[in-house]
């Protein structure tokens, strides 16, 4: 079955750091690619999506492209901040049925 | 306005209480859903309705029970509680149909259950 494997944290960086969270996914064709991010106390909120092979999601600085031959969805940002500071989950939308499927989620801290 | 509400936000019982969690999206989606995450924030989906049918229903304990009044309302109640269903819970919901899109949570339901 579909599913989504994401590397654990939890992930502390200095401000102005690179950040790259891994990403990857077992699905049947091509579902849709998302990274959501919970900020303490919070409920989830979509952060970026890619809907096809290719295809770049950008959000606030965040960026994630969509890789069919690594069946990968990499985070990056090239300069993190102290607000960045949340847990962040990837995700996929299968493409056979309505059904979401999460990774375990990283926490990121990051240090002024 | 608020796309997707639950209430109550803090929820603090007693074992073997009864108690509900309410739901509500008005962005016009005809799925909505049940998530439960735990301390360590692993996030575990528990229900899915469309359209006021059960289309997911995951392993969860049959002490809870999802209720659908219309499509823009699902409830969670929940039976004889247990200290291990301590954790928060979330409502979410989506547009049925292709894969583009995406959901949309509530802020959490953080339920503790002494």
């Known amino acids: 079955g579909d599913s989504v494997t994401q590397m654990e944290g939890p992930v502390t960086l200095s401000e102005e750091a690179f950040l790259t969270i891994n990403c990857t996914y077992t699905?049947?064709?091509?579902?849709?690619l998302f990274w959501y991010v919970q900020y303490p106390g919070e409920g989830l909120q979509l952060l970026l999506k890619?809907?096809?092979?290719?295809d770049k999601g950008s959000n606030k600085g965040f960026e994630a492209t969509y890789r069919k031959e690594t069946t990968s969805f990499h985070l990056e940002k090239g300069s993190v901040q102290v607000s960045d500071s949340a847990v962040y989950f990837c995700?996929?939308?299968?493409?056979?049925?309505?059904?979401?499927?999460f990774g375990t989620g990283t926490s990121l801290t990051v240090i002024p | 306005d608020t796309a997707v509400s639950q209430t109550p936000k803090y929820l603090v019982t007693q074992m073997g209480n009864d108690k509900s969690i309410k739901c509500e999206q008005n962005?016009?989606?005809?799925?909505m859903y049940w998530y439960k995450q735990d301390s360590k924030k692993f996030l575990k989906i528990m229900f899915s309705?469309?359209?006021?049918?059960?289309?997911i229903n995951e392993t969860v304990p049959n002490r809870f029970s999802p209720k659908s009044p219309d499509k823009a309302h699902l409830n969670l109640h929940i039976n004889s509680l247990e200290l291990g269903d301590s954790a928060v819970y979330f409502c979410?919901?989506?547009?049925?149909?292709?894969?583009?899109?995406?959901?949309?949570f509530g802020p959490g339901t953080r339920l503790t259950v002494l």
């Open positions: 309705y469309n359209n006021k049918e059960l289309i």
């Open positions: 962005l016009g989606h005809d799925t």
């Open positions: 699905a049947t064709g091509y579902p849709s």
């Open positions: 890619a809907t096809k092979a290719d």
């Open positions: 995700a996929l939308r299968s493409i056979t049925g309505n059904q979401f499927y």
């Open positions: 979410a919901s989506s547009r049925r149909g292709g894969s583009l899109d995406t959901q949309y």
